[in-house]
């Protein structure tokens, strides 16, 4: 299959239709050149507040609910995308409610046949619990696909170990990482986390970012990244284990042929056995922490 992964801009849409014409060719252009599925970046749906206008859109709060207002319209927008070109669409994530009183920040998985189901984040970063107020999800979903077995692991879940492995355990041979981050170091957290999810997991890992600026929204107003796939530096896998990546900061599709085949034979004989060893640790976590101190 091939897999490809959105480095995407935020635009400021003065309507509709331009919105739903900028999503149509970005789905077009990667269906063209043989993408099986697509991963849009964490916070991307963000760039619907700008339809309430730039003072709706200039307001931490009332963008949530903008973005919000066009839920319905945007679900129906990605079902017929992923049905007219045959096709699967992790959607750029975004605000929705979970029956709390604050949102959370949800992907959305598509398939030609519709809606497969959601992601909500785990961990909220400092920006998202201080000042944006966002709510973490509760709990994880592996979805089993015609294409595999699929996890989503949202920008700042990916840096948590545990959550991927929970993924993994279930049965997850690929990881989405839809990000948005407003610096260089953030976006290396989490490229560094994603390669590691796909080292420690010997599984393939999809990371999508947010890219340039979008200072009409303090919410992603810089946006820092690079799209990529990963895989474990190891046998059936390129030596860096990057299998594509973008330009930092320019838009456009990092796009890589996988083969499932390929994560099964690392798991099975690679030159290490990451995933099988995981439980290694656990053993060796029951021996106490000896302190010394040098004198």
């Not at 966002?134 to 709990?139: N, S, T």
């Not at 976006?187 to 979008?214: I, S, W």
């Not at 990092?254 to 034979?265: G, K, Q, T």
Request: proline fraction near 6%; glycine fraction near 8%; include cysteine.
């Amino acid at each position: 299959m091939k897999l490809a992964a959105a480095a995407y801009p935020l635009d400021f849409l003065p309507d509709w239709a331009t919105y739903a014409a900028k999503l149509t060719d970005w789905v077009a252009r990667a269906a063209g050149d043989g993408a099986d599925l697509l991963v849009f970046p964490e916070y991307g749906a963000m760039e619907l507040a700008s339809l309430g206008g730039a003072d709706v859109a200039a307001d931490l709060e009332r963008a949530l609910h903008e973005v919000m207002r066009h839920q319905a319209a945007v679900i129906a927008l990605h079902e017929n995308l992923a049905a007219r070109y045959k096709l699967h669409i992790l959607g750029a994530s975004g605000p929705a409610m979970a029956g709390g009183p604050r949102p959370v920040n949800r992907a959305i998985l598509y398939g030609p046949q519709g809606r497969i189901g959601h992601q909500d984040k785990q961990i909220m970063t400092r920006f998202e619990r201080e000042d944006w107020h966002i709510a973490p999800g509760q709990g994880l979903t592996v979805f089993d696909t015609p294409l595999g077995k699929i996890g989503v692991i949202i920008c700042y879940d990916s840096e948590f170990p545990l959550l991927a492995r929970a993924l993994v355990e279930a049965g997850a041979e690929i990881l989405l990482v839809p990000s948005a981050t407003d610096a260089l170091s953030g976006f290396t957290r989490v490229k560094v986390g994603a390669m590691a999810r796909a080292l420690e997991n010997q599984c393939v890992v999809v990371h999508a970012p947010t890219v340039g600026a979008a200072q009409w929204c303090p919410a992603v107003d810089l946006n820092v990244g690079a799209a990529a796939i990963y895989g474990p530096s190891d046998l059936g896998f390129p030596d860096t284990g990057i299998l594509a990546q973008t330009t930092l900061n320019a838009p456009g599709w990092a796009m890589a042929d996988i083969s499932l085949e390929h994560v099964a034979r690392v798991r099975r004989a690679g030159a290490v056995l990451n995933h099988q060893h995981w439980d290694e640790q656990k053993n060796r976590l029951l021996c106490p922490v000896q302190k010394v101190k040098a004198s």
